[in-house]
Nanobody, 124 residues
Framework: QVQLVESGGGLVQAGGSLRLSCAASGGTDSTYAMGWFRQATGKEREFVATIGWPGHFTYYADSVKGRFTISRDNTKNTVYLQMNSLKPEDTAVYYC?????????????????WGQGTQVTVSS
């Protein structure tokens, strides 16, 4: 059983930056692909970024491409989402997810474990 804990969310002005972290514990001796998803109020959860094991095959939603970067530090069992040039439409709860395979995926129902989420609010 893998536990995921996100951190790093907060309030930022448009154009600013935040870095989200997702720390994994339990069962981390296996290989996991990781993903970030987000859900804005009144909207469905949507894919943001994914990274395979051990760090290849990153893929991004068109809406964040060129602004967000996903990375991982396997020695710390942590995945990051660096978010630059933030826009008000990036406001959402951001979730970290893990799937028990090395292959990255943009499909939420292919993930086995989810964190509780961290709020990101971008003011205009």
């Amino acid at each position: 059983q893998v536990q995921l804990v996100e951190s790093g969310g907060g309030l930022v002005q448009a154009g600013g930056s935040l870095r989200l972290s997702c720390a994994a514990s339990g069962g981390t001796d296996s290989t996991y692909a990781m993903g970030w998803f987000r859900q804005a109020t009144g909207k469905e959860r949507e894919f943001v970024a994914t990274i395979g094991w051990p760090g290849h095959f990153t893929y991004y939603a068109d809406s964040v491409k060129g602004r967000f970067t996903i990375s991982r530090d396997n020695t710390k069992n942590t995945v990051y989402l660096q978010m630059n040039s933030l826009k008000p439409e990036d406001t959402a709860v951001y979730y970290c997810a893990a799937r028990t395979t090395y292959r990255s995926s943009s499909t939420a129902n292919e993930y086995d474990y989810w964190g509780q989420g961290t709020q990101v609010t971008v003011s205009s």
